[in-house]
Protein backbone atom coordinates (compact mmCIF):
# COMPACT_ATOMS: atom_id res chain seq x y z
CA UNK A 1 0.00 0.00 0.00
CA UNK A 2 1.70 3.40 -1.04
CA UNK A 3 -0.33 6.44 0.50
CA UNK A 4 0.15 9.88 -0.87
CA UNK A 5 -0.64 12.81 1.59
CA UNK A 6 -1.06 16.48 0.04
CA UNK A 7 -3.01 20.18 1.55
CA UNK A 8 -0.45 21.18 3.93
CA UNK A 9 0.86 24.64 4.04
CA UNK A 10 1.18 27.71 5.73
CA UNK A 11 -1.94 29.05 7.58
CA UNK A 12 -2.79 31.80 9.99
CA UNK A 13 -4.35 30.82 13.78
CA UNK A 14 -8.16 30.59 13.22
CA UNK A 15 -7.38 29.24 9.57
CA UNK A 16 -8.62 25.91 7.64
CA UNK A 17 -6.72 23.16 6.03
CA UNK A 18 -7.99 20.50 4.32
CA UNK A 19 -5.70 17.37 4.35
CA UNK A 20 -6.06 14.32 1.54
CA UNK A 21 -4.46 10.94 1.45
CA UNK A 22 -4.71 8.74 -1.59
CA UNK A 23 -4.38 4.88 -1.12
CA UNK A 24 -2.81 2.36 -4.21
CA UNK A 25 -1.37 -0.46 -4.86
CA UNK A 26 -2.84 -3.75 -3.42
CA UNK A 27 -5.76 -1.78 -1.30
CA UNK A 28 -7.57 -5.35 -0.68
CA UNK A 29 -8.95 -5.34 2.32
CA UNK A 30 -7.91 -2.31 3.41
CA UNK A 31 -8.84 -1.18 6.79
CA UNK A 32 -8.56 1.70 9.09
CA UNK A 33 -7.25 4.97 7.95
CA UNK A 34 -6.22 8.21 10.16
CA UNK A 35 -3.75 11.07 10.48
CA UNK A 36 -0.56 11.45 13.46
CA UNK A 37 1.47 14.12 13.47
CA UNK A 38 4.77 15.09 14.81
CA UNK A 39 5.83 18.65 16.24
CA UNK A 40 9.56 19.21 16.32
CA UNK A 41 10.98 17.92 19.25
CA UNK A 42 8.33 15.74 19.79
CA UNK A 43 7.03 12.33 19.01
CA UNK A 44 4.36 11.04 16.92
CA UNK A 45 0.97 11.11 17.83
CA UNK A 46 -2.47 10.87 17.00
CA UNK A 47 -4.68 12.95 15.53
CA UNK A 48 -7.89 10.97 14.23
CA UNK A 49 -9.12 7.89 12.64
CA UNK A 50 -11.81 6.53 10.96
CA UNK A 51 -12.90 2.90 10.36
CA UNK A 52 -14.38 1.10 7.28
CA UNK A 53 -17.56 1.73 8.24
CA UNK A 54 -16.93 5.46 9.37
CA UNK A 55 -16.34 5.17 13.09
CA UNK A 56 -14.37 8.16 14.08
CA UNK A 57 -11.86 8.49 16.98
CA UNK A 58 -9.90 12.42 17.79
CA UNK A 59 -7.31 13.40 20.28
CA UNK A 60 -8.44 15.56 22.60
CA UNK A 61 -6.44 18.01 21.18
CA UNK A 62 -8.62 18.67 17.88
CA UNK A 63 -12.33 17.65 18.77
CA UNK A 64 -14.80 19.88 17.73
CA UNK A 65 -11.87 21.53 15.03
CA UNK A 66 -10.80 18.44 13.12
CA UNK A 67 -12.96 16.46 11.27
CA UNK A 68 -12.03 12.88 9.71
CA UNK A 69 -13.65 11.09 6.68
CA UNK A 70 -13.26 9.01 3.81
CA UNK A 71 -14.13 8.02 0.31
CA UNK A 72 -13.73 4.30 0.36
CA UNK A 73 -14.76 4.13 -3.45
CA UNK A 74 -11.36 6.64 -4.05
CA UNK A 75 -9.61 4.85 -1.52
CA UNK A 76 -8.90 8.89 0.54
CA UNK A 77 -8.58 9.86 3.54
CA UNK A 78 -9.09 13.12 4.33
CA UNK A 79 -8.61 15.54 7.79
CA UNK A 80 -10.62 19.02 7.49
CA UNK A 81 -8.69 21.19 10.04
CA UNK A 82 -10.47 24.17 11.02
CA UNK A 83 -9.75 27.00 14.27
CA UNK A 84 -5.65 26.18 13.68
CA UNK A 85 -4.07 27.09 16.65
CA UNK A 86 0.21 27.81 16.75
CA UNK A 87 0.23 24.29 18.50
CA UNK A 88 -0.92 22.32 15.17
CA UNK A 89 1.90 22.49 13.85
CA UNK A 90 3.51 19.47 12.84
CA UNK A 91 4.07 17.43 10.10
CA UNK A 92 1.33 15.20 9.50
CA UNK A 93 1.32 11.64 8.84
CA UNK A 94 -1.47 9.32 6.91
CA UNK A 95 -1.80 5.91 8.12
CA UNK A 96 -3.45 2.73 7.16
CA UNK A 97 -4.33 -0.67 8.23
CA UNK A 98 -4.52 -3.54 5.90
CA UNK A 99 -4.44 -7.21 6.66
CA UNK A 100 -2.85 -6.64 10.19
CA UNK A 101 0.00 -4.84 8.77
CA UNK A 102 0.66 -0.92 9.51
CA UNK A 103 1.51 1.84 6.39
CA UNK A 104 2.62 5.46 6.47
CA UNK A 105 2.94 7.95 4.04
CA UNK A 106 5.50 10.22 3.64
CA UNK A 107 4.30 13.34 5.74
CA UNK A 108 2.95 16.70 4.85
CA UNK A 109 4.32 19.85 6.71
CA UNK A 110 1.28 21.89 8.08
CA UNK A 111 2.60 24.93 9.68
CA UNK A 112 0.48 27.70 11.70
CA UNK A 113 2.04 31.44 12.05
CA UNK A 114 0.76 34.49 12.16
Known amino acids: VQLQASGGGLVQPGGSLRLSCAAS????????MGWYRQAAGKQRELVAT???????NYDDSVKGRFTISRDNAKRTVFLQMNSLKFEDTAVYYCNAWRLGREYWGQGTLVTVSS
Open 50 to 56: ITTGGNT
Open 25 to 32: GSIFGLGA
